[in-house]
């Protein structure tokens, strides 16, 4: 199985190579950051799959799909996108699929399935404790010890693209996402107050840090605390 990531930002690429090893970790995968990058790419190499965002800075994704076709008419084409829009582009130029950024785990999942590629099944979940990967340890942390997760700030914990996956790991257990780097347990909020600029910010139960809620958060954070 060969697949190929062509997209010109470097975070998007490892992401989603990340995330298509978690289903099919034997796969060989190669990338290229540039349209010219992915003409040379797809003249010296055949692939099964191709995943190629629309927009690569020097050139139009469309273009490099179009060589990827008729170089590799049974190859599986999806593009990459932060634009719903682009959904409808990506059918009415024969592509395969189409994916959303910030990659979704499950999405991932299901493209690769529909495919043809069978993938791992999916890890199963502990009802009462959360398992945390760090320095080559696997952590099992009780859920209802959990205040809330957010990045570290030294730029090597926890990233956008694990919050997304903790969201769905923890969906049903009580927390809700305020924003995009920010998951919060709603049993342990203690306060809600004005913040800058007309926003809000809380405080969770053992902690005195603020934590900002972002505008479009606020309206289904008041829901779910019935306020």
């Given at each position: 199985?060969?697949?190929?990531?062509?997209?010109?930002e470097?975070?998007?690429?490892?992401?989603?190579?990340?995330q298509?090893?978690?289903?099919?970790?034997?796969?060989?995968?190669?990338?290229?950051?540039?349209?010219?990058?992915?003409?040379?790419?797809?003249?010296?190499?055949?692939?099964?799959?191709?995943f190629?965002?629309?927009?690569?800075?020097?050139?139009?994704?469309?273009?490099?799909?179009?060589?990827?076709?008729?170089?590799?008419?049974?190859?599986?084409?999806?593009?990459?996108?932060?634009?719903?829009?682009?959904?409808?582009?990506?059918?009415?130029?024969?592509?395969?699929?189409?994916?959303?950024?910030?990659?979704?785990?499950?999405?991932?999942?299901?493209?690769?399935?529909?495919?043809?590629q069978?993938?791992q099944?999916?890890?199963?979940?502990?009802?009462?404790?959360?398992?945390?990967?760090?320095?080559?340890?696997?952590?099992?942390?009780?859920?209802?010890?959990?205040?809330?997760?957010?990045?570290?700030?030294?730029?090597?914990?926890c990233?956008?693209?694990?919050?997304?996956?903790?969201?769905?790991?923890?969906?049903?257990?009580?927390?809700?996402?305020?924003?995009?780097?920010?998951?919060?347990?709603?049993?342990?909020?203690?306060?809600?107050?004005?913040?800058?600029?007309?926003?809000?910010?809380?405080?969770?139960?053992?902690?005195?840090?603020?934590?900002?809620?972002?505008?479009?958060r606020?309206?289904?954070?008041?829901?779910?605390?019935?306020?």
């Amino acid at each position: 199985m060969r697949i190929a990531v062509i997209d010109d930002e470097k975070y998007s690429r490892v992401e989603l190579i990340h995330q298509i090893r978690q289903h099919l970790p034997k796969a060989e995968i190669m990338e290229a950051g540039n349209g010219v990058q992915a003409m040379a790419l797809l003249e010296k190499n055949s692939f099964d799959i191709l995943f190629i965002d629309i927009h690569l800075g020097d050139m139009e994704g469309t273009t490099v799909a179009s060589l990827a076709r008729r170089l590799m008419p049974a190859a599986k084409i999806i593009f990459a996108t932060a634009y719903s829009e682009y959904a409808v582009t990506a059918f009415e130029l024969g592509v395969d699929n189409y994916i959303l950024k910030p990659f979704d785990p499950a999405r991932i999942r299901q493209v690769l399935e529909q495919c043809g590629q069978p993938t791992q099944p999916a890890p199963a979940r502990s009802e009462g404790r959360l398992a945390i990967s760090s320095n080559r340890h696997t952590i099992l942390l009780d859920v209802d010890e959990i205040a809330y997760i957010a990045p570290d700030g030294s730029g090597r914990g926890c990233r956008l693209h694990t919050m997304s996956e903790y969201e769905s790991r923890l969906d049903g257990r009580g927390f809700y996402r305020i924003h995009k780097t920010c998951l919060v347990r709603l049993s342990y909020i203690q306060d809600i107050f004005p913040w800058n600029n007309n926003s809000f910010a809380l405080r969770v139960r053992g902690s005195s840090s603020p934590l900002p809620i972002g505008r479009d958060r606020v309206k289904e954070l008041r829901r779910r605390l019935n306020i």
